[in-house]
C-alpha cells in the first residue's frame, strides 16, 4: 500500500514539475496567454506562501517550514486509521504538492506559478498559482470530506445506540 501512495506522490511530483519546466522555459514573463474566457496561463514567481505571505523572509525560512509541514503531514497520515482512503488520498496530494513547491524553493529560492483564474467581467481576479498548489488544495478538501463522513458515521452509530438500548 505504502508503494502504491508513494509513486503517486512521484507521479504527481513529476508533473508539478514538467509542467513548471515548461511554462518556465516557454512563457513569456508576465504575460498573460488566454486559454478560456476565465483561464489564462501567466507566469510569475511566488517568493512567500499562499497568496505571497511571508514574501520578506527569503528562501531558507520558507524551505525549513515546508520541510516541517511535510514531516507533520507524514506523522499525521501515519497516524490515521487503516481503510481510511479518502484521506490517504488527500494527504497524498497535500505532500506531492508541499514537495513540488519545496523542490522550487531549494533550486529557485522561490515557486513558478502560472494558473490564472479570473472572471474580467465583475473584476475578480485569484491570485496566480501552479498544480502543486491545486494538489495542496484538493488534497485539504478531501481529508475534510473524510473527517466529515467519519464524524456523520459515528454519530450514525451513536444515535442507532441511543435509540436501540
Do not use: C
Request: hydrophobic share 55%; proline share 5%.
Amino acid at each position: 500500500m505504502i508503494i502504491r501512495w508513494a509513486s503517486l506522490i512521484g507521479i504527481l511530483i513529476i508533473f508539478d514539475q514538467v509542467s513548471k519546466y515548461m511554462v518556465e522555459t516557454m512563457l513569456p514573463l508576465q504575460r498573460d496567454i488566454p486559454l478560456l474566457p476565465f483561464l489564462s496561463l501567466y507566469r510569475t514567481y511566488n517568493e512567500g506562501v499562499a497568496f505571497s505571505a511571508f514574501s520578506n523572509l527569503g528562501p531558507w525560512p520558507l524551505i525549513i517550514l515546508t520541510s516541517v509541514i511535510i514531516l507533520f503531514i507524514l506523522w499525521l497520515w501515519r497516524g490515521l486509521p487503516p481503510g481510511r482512503w479518502i484521506s490517504s488520498f488527500g494527504y497524498a496530494l497535500v505532500l506531492a504538492g508541499a514537495i513540488g513547491n519545496l523542490i522550487d524553493r531549494v533550486r529557485l529560492g522561490k515557486v513558478i506559478d502560472m494558473i490564472f483564474f479570473h472572471i474580467d467581467q465583475i473584476g475578480f481576479y485569484f491570485a496566480v498559482f501552479n498544480l502543486a498548489d491545486t494538489f495542496i488544495t484538493l488534497g485539504a478538501v478531501a481529508i475534510i470530506i473524510d473527517e466529515f463522513i467519519q464524524w456523520r458515521n459515528s454519530k450514525q452509530k451513536q444515535d442507532e445506540r441511543t435509540n436501540n438500548p
